[in-house]
């Protein structure tokens, strides 16, 4: 198993859809969790980090399931700028490494 | 600020030619990070410097060496270029306390 996994895609949503993206990742002793966002041959950019509450930031939520081992991204409302590659990030914990996911695409269309 | 600035944007190179790839951060970072990132495989990890004067192989380490010269700076080097070194090569740095990385804008790096 992929210490983390996600659905590559493309989704293909219209404006104004909700969409949610999951990933998984097999390291019961994750500390932290990340979701970052990558336009085409660019940088990846930190879009939100997650936290055990979940967390909110504008059309954007976040959440984590611990017990399933599961990340979520919410969004709502989806604008064409929202199109991009969404990473999903797990930090082992202990030393500086990180694991990225392969991205899932979202595509959103007028 | 800068961020993390990436030298240079776009690099081809001869099969055992060697470069170095430099990447500096102005945001006073402990650690930082080199990935390569090829289609259908995501980031992969190379090698990493926890903090200045300490550096670590992560995930793909063959056929590259590092150097953290200072805190702001921390170089990949290809001592051999291979076609399979052919990949978009990201440098990160990171607060230490939090991991949240930020990257550079990356080297298109095309090995014949």
């Known amino acids: 198993r992929k210490e983390v996994e996600q659905d590559p895609g493309p989704f293909n949503v219209p404006e104004g859809a909700t969409v949610a993206f999951n990933c998984t990742y097999s390291n019961s002793a994750s500390q932290s969790f990340f979701w970052y966002r990558q336009d085409c041959r660019k940088e990846p950019k930190l879009l939100m980090s997650?936290?055990?509450s979940g967390n909110e930031d504008g059309r954007f939520t976040a959440q984590l399931n611990r017990a399933s081992q599961y990340i979520s991204l919410l969004i709502r409302d989806s604008k064409l700028s929202d199109s991009a590659t969404y990473l999903c990030?797990?930090?082992?914990?202990?030393?500086?490494?990180?694991?990225f996911g392969i991205g899932t695409k979202l595509q959103v269309i007028p | 600020n800068a961020g993390v600035t990436q030298t240079p944007k776009f690099q081809v190179l001869k099969t055992g030619q060697s470069m170095t790839l430099q990447c500096a951060q102005d945001?006073?970072?402990?650690?930082m990070y080199w990935y390569r990132q090829d289609p259908g495989m995501g980031l992969r990890l190379i090698y990493y410097s926890a903090s200045e004067g300490t550096t670590d192989k992560g995930e793909v380490p063959n056929g590259y060496n590092v150097s953290r010269l200072n805190k702001r700076e921390f170089s990949l080097r290809l001592e051999s270029a291979a076609p399979s070194q052919t990949s978009v090569y990201f440098c990160?740095?990171?607060?230490?306390?939090?991991?949240?990385?930020?990257f550079g804008p990356g080297t298109r790096l095309t090995v014949l």
């Open positions: 945001m006073n970072h402990n650690s």
């Open positions: 997650v936290y055990s």
């Open positions: 990160a740095s990171s607060d230490q306390v939090h991991n949240e990385q930020f």
């Open positions: 990030v797990v930090n082992m914990g202990g030393y500086q490494k990180v694991t």
